[in-house]
């Protein structure tokens, strides 16, 4: 079977070209090391097949957006974050984002507020008269 040929059988069965499919079935275990393991880049880089931690690095980028070690510190960071109490759920949304949080929970609208809110932004269209 030509190399085309194989290609075309292989996109038609798993809709993707087999090196993107090569390219992104390395990354599922280069991310899962990056998260939980310490191993440095450059021992990743061999494990996985690259020939360069340039050319692991450019394609981990390009399929997850993100270059590897900044991946390993973000994972490192989301990790350590502390739970949220449940007593202060409505201040998660700061919380998330590293806002200083006032302690209070955020005023959740109530049903009739929420029902005022949007009558006062109503557009009513105007009638039309059918004839």
């Not at 993107?20 to 393991?37: D, H, I, K, N, S």
Request: net charge positive; proline share 8%.
């Amino acid at each position: 079977m030509s190399r085309t040929t194989f290609a075309l059988h292989f996109k038609s069965v798993a809709g993707i070209a087999p090196l993107a499919y090569l390219t992104t079935w390395r990354m599922r275990p280069a991310e899962r090391a990056l998260r939980e393991e310490n191993t440095p880049v450059s021992k990743l880089v061999r494990s996985l097949g690259y020939a360069s931690e340039s050319a692991f690095s450019n394609a981990f980028k390009r399929i997850t957006g993100t270059a590897p070690k900044r991946y390993r510190a973000a994972s490192r960071i989301v990790e350590r974050a502390p739970p949220v109490p449940i007593c202060l759920a409505g201040t998660r949304r700061l919380a998330a984002i590293g806002a200083p949080s006032t302690g209070q929970p955020d005023a959740s609208p109530s049903v009739t507020s929420a029902a005022a809110a949007a009558s006062r932004h109503r557009v009513i269209a105007p009638s039309r008269q059918i004839g």
